[in-house]
């Protein structure tokens, strides 16, 4: 990717709607930053609309992450390692 390139990329060619052609020539159509923004915000009014429930929007987020299947399965390998890295 050259300096243009790069710099197309940062300065938000994808958020544009903009396509951008990446190192391998393929044509990258999804922006990871704009995803992360959007999940974001939809976090974010979720706690707007249920801040009643929760004592603060940490005590939230960690009620989130405790739905996911992604976090318990995360959650039991870490309990695991530290269960075997305690038997030495």
Known sequence: MGAADAGEVRGGALAEGRRVAVRDRR?????????????????????????DEFPSEIAFLKAKADESEIAKIVRAKIARAKKAAAKG
């Not at 044509?27 to 801040?51: G, I, M, P, S």
């Open 27 to 51: 044509v990258k159509t999804f922006d990871c930053v704009e995803w992360k923004h959007r999940a974001q915000e939809k976090l974010r009014a979720e706690y707007r609309a249920r801040k």
